[in-house]
């Protein structure tokens, strides 16, 4: 027997706090529980995207979430600038593709991270931008970009800031009201430690304003009937019932942990795991401030990422995962989000010895658990 563990960036383990709830029986979503369990979610999400403004639960995964964001305030014709970094910030271009968005693409190379400055340049040449869109945590290159230097940018402009935050809510700090943040999207399977199904979108009163004319067509997403439904503590269309009854287990557990505490807790953990990469002589494939989602390490000379993955799986039946687009057979990526703990870093470590050993690699066993443990005997 081996044990299965699970350390990809997303999805990510799920508490047995939250697994039990969901395995209770189901209930119906137009009934006084369902109201309660909404209204008792409902105040956890204010308070974990840090804002007044309503977050609004969508039957759907990140990507719908972020695709919900375009199209409920942007209008066709539309001009916005996109902060393209790597995979995600691919995603939003092929979003923007689909609606007749045009895009002016603000790159860097994959691994590195565009300044807040040049997003101002952006805004002030093309006054009549209508949305900065960006990710906070870039999940394809371990890379977290300034979204509070994008805020600063946006805020005097006529546009929105509008943020992909699914690997960076509940695990790096994004306080939305405090920076000026439009518009946060985000999904259940990474910081919220819950199944994929469940993504979410905020919208603040600027964006919302910019929903009242936005043109762009929409159905299931139309964010003006989910938010009439939510204020009353209901949903517009049958909710994922049994993800909102996870999705309190969690929003309690962070709470009790404390929400500074718990990105004390994911710094804390990739910071050990980037020691412990490059004790092993790896090098990090961020060349920017490093998410604390998740580590991009670059693959071995003369060993393909792909293999890196074959063998923690193979081997040691853990789940990591290797590069996305170009960057596949270049790097893996090691999660330390959500539902993980220092010892998780330990066991992912441990495992990468063995890995590299198994591929025919120098090691020095202990080395990069090693390093690791000395960041965990820091004092806080
Ligand atoms: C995981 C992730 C998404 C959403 O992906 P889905 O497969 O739709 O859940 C979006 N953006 C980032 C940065 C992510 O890490």
Same mark, same amino acid.
């Given at each position: 027997?081996?044990? /299965? ?28 529980? /369902? ?6 979610? =409902? ?82 040449? &093309? ?20 979204? =509070? ?111 500074? &505490?718990?990105?004390? =807790?994911?710094?804390?953990?990739? =910071? ?39 063998? /923690? ?25 959500? /539902? ?41």
């Amino acid at each position: 027997m081996k044990k /299965y563990q699970l350390m990809a960036p997303g999805p990510t383990p799920v508490p047995s706090e939250a697994l039990l709830a969901m395995a209770q029986p189901m209930i119906h979503h137009r009934t006084p529980q /369902y109201e309660a369990l909404f209204a008792e979610v =409902r105040a956890g999400l204010k308070k974990l995207f840090q804002t007044q403004a309503e977050v609004l639960p969508l039957a759907c995964t990140g990507t719908g979430a972020m695709e919900a964001a375009v199209i409920n305030t942007l209008s066709a014709g539309d001009t916005v600038a996109l902060v393209r970094a790597g995979k995600f910030g691919d995603r939003w271009l092929e979003i923007c593709k689909a609606y007749g968005v045009k895009v002016i693409e603000l790159t860097a190379p994959f691994g590195h991270t565009v300044p807040a400055a040049r997003v101002a340049e952006a805004l002030a040449a &093309n006054p009549h931008l209508a949305a900065v869109l960006t990710q906070h945590s870039e999940s394809s290159t371990g890379v977290l970009h300034d979204v =509070r230097g994008y805020a600063q940018a946006t805020r005097e402009s006529a546009a929105i800031l509008i943020v992909d935050a699914v690997s960076s809510l509940g695990i790096a700090d994004l306080p939305m009201d405090a920076w000026g943040v439009d518009v946060v999207v985000s999904g259940s399977q990474k910081g919220l430690m819950l199944p994929p199904g469940l993504g979410f979108c905020a919208l603040g009163e600027k964006a919302w304003a910019k929903q009242k004319t936005s043109t762009l067509p929409k159905y299931y997403f139309n964010l003006a009937e989910e938010r009439k439904c939510v204020v009353k503590n209901e949903a517009h269309f049958t909710p994922a019932v049994s993800i909102v009854v996870g999705l309190r287990e969690v929003l309690r557990m962070l709470e009790q942990e404390g929400i500074a &505490n718990v990105f004390k =807790r994911h710094d804390r953990l990739a =910071r050990a795991t980037r020691a412990g990469v490059e004790a092993l002589g790896l090098a990090l494939f961020c060349k920017a401030t490093p998410s604390p989602a998740l580590t991009a390490v670059v693959a071995p000379k003369g060993v393909d990422g792909e293999q890196v993955v074959a063998a /923690y799986s193979q081997t040691h039946n853990i789940t990591i995962a290797g590069g996305q687009g170009e960057m596949k057979g270049k790097v893996f990526r090691l999660g330390h989000m959500g /539902y993980a703990a220092e010892f998780d870093v330990i066991v992912a470590l441990a495992a990468l010895e063995q890995v590299l050993a198994d591929l025919g690699q120098p090691v020095d066993f202990g080395a990069g658990v090693r390093a690791a443990q000395k960041i965990f005997a820091e004092k806080p």
